[in-house]
Nanobody, 119 residues
Framework: QVQLVESGGGLVQAGGSLRLSCAASGTIFSINVMGWYRQAPGKQRALVASITSGGSTNYMGSVKGRFTISRDNAKNTVYLQMNSLKPEDTAVYYC?????????????WGQGTQVTVSP
């Protein structure tokens, strides 16, 4: 089992910045991919950004150039630096990691942290 603990959400004005953190722990011996999803009211949960243990990254198109995902492998912690925030970024943000692929994939989720961007 993997446990994910998130922090760093809050309220910020448009154009401001926040940094989210997520620390992973549990009985697994390695964590490859970690990422951030977000879900706004009435919308599907969507992948915002992901990063591998080797540092390869992937971003949702609407956040490219504004958000940066990074990780500290020694601490099993992933970060999401969010700059130039917009009201449409308002959502609950969830840390994620998984094992396996395809039909054998098993996902683990953080508790969610609210990010609210005021106009």
């Amino acid at each position: 089992q993997v446990q994910l603990v998130e922090s760093g959400g809050g309220l910020v004005q448009a154009g401001g910045s926040l940094r989210l953190s997520c620390a992973a722990s549990g009985t697994i011996f390695s964590i490859n991919v970690m990422g951030w999803y977000r879900q706004a009211p009435g919308k599907q949960r969507a992948l915002v950004a992901s990063i591998t243990s080797g540092g390869s990254t992937n971003y949702m198109g609407s956040v490219k150039g504004r958000f940066t995902i990074s990780r500290d492998n020694a601490k099993n912690t992933v970060y999401l630096q969010m700059n130039s925030l917009k009201p449409e970024d308002t959502a609950v943000y969830y840390c994620n990691t998984y094992s396996g692929t395809g039909w054998g994939r098993r996902d683990y989720w953080g508790q969610g942290t609210q990010v609210t961007v005021s106009p």
